[in-house]
């Protein structure tokens, strides 16, 4: 029988590793939240509790954006496995790389990677768009709702009725506010909430695609996948195809 060798690679460095499960905390945890703030009404939620859930939803949306704004500036800095090359489908070759990726796949020959394969990359991007969209529209509608940072008090001052001191407008309150105002202001906030709720969905079905994709790779290559987001190190049981990029 033919000894099977592994070489372990350096391949995930620590703020990555860090982004990614601080991600998977507070996606959970958001669409817990968002599931309740959706259903709030089925499950007999009140103003005050619901208040609560969103409020809480906000707070753990700051620390998702914080960790998306961190990862999005250390693909300037970190290895070059970090790098907006290594997981945005473009760059020398692409194209080709990806039909050599799928027609193997297609034959059952296994590719090795250290980063991320060329269907992977694909994946990625769709998935750090999303979380983009979701934090960009997450803050407005922080904002609109219940009138916390960063865009907050812009909306206090659209809405706030004449002789009123814009930090009094509060979520729930509407005997301090321009009706019309107010109007306008949930009109332009229409399109942000949309959006919001699509990409929940879509971020949930990314995630089993994802988990999925995982799963089947590392059980068809041998490579460790899931372990090395901990460990920050990749066991291929044969030669990278991304080694000398």
């Known amino acids: 029988m033919e000894k099977q060798y592994y070489n372990s690679y350096s391949v995930w460095d620590l703020p990555t590793r860090l982004f ?11 669409i817990c939240l968002g599931t ?6 089925a499950l007999g939620l009140n103003s005050d509790g619901k208040l609560l859930i969103k409020t809480i939803h906000v707070y753990v949306g ?14 300037f800095m970190g ?35 250290l980063g991320h394969n060329p269907l992977g990359k694909l994946a990625v991007s769709a998935i750090l768009l999303s979380l983009v969209i979701m934090a960009t529209t997450g803050l407005v509608l922080a904002g609109t709702d219940i009138y916390f940072p960063p865009f907050g008090t812009i909306f206090q001052q659209w809405i706030a009725a004449s002789g009123v001191n814009p930090a009094d407008v509060v979520s729930g309150v509407k005997d301090n506010v321009d009706v019309a105002a107010y109007a306008e202001m949930r009109s332009f906030r229409k399109p942000f909430i949309s959006l919001h709720n699509w990409f ?11 988990i999925g994709a995982v799963i089947f790779t590392e059980i068809k290559s041998g490579a460790n996948l899931i372990s090395a987001m901990f460990t920050g190190k990749k066991i291929l049981t044969g030669e990278p195809e991304d080694k000398e990029e």
Not at 62 to 75: E, T
Not at 200 to 210: E, K, R
């Open 20 to 30: 990614h499960w601080i991600n998977v905390l507070c996606v959970i945890a958001m």
């Open 36 to 41: 309740i703030i959706l259903w709030g009404s």
């Open 62 to 75: 700051y620390v998702f954006a914080i960790n998306l704004i961190i990862r999005l500036m250390w693909a």
């Open 79 to 113: 290895n070059r496995f970090a790098r907006w090359n290594s997981f945005l489908p473009f760059g020398r070759n692409y194209l080709k790389k990806l039909k050599g990726y799928l027609t193997a796949e297609k034959e059952g020959k296994t590719q090795f990677y």
């Open 200 to 210: 929940f969905y879509v971020i949930i079905g990314l995630i089993f695609i994802h």
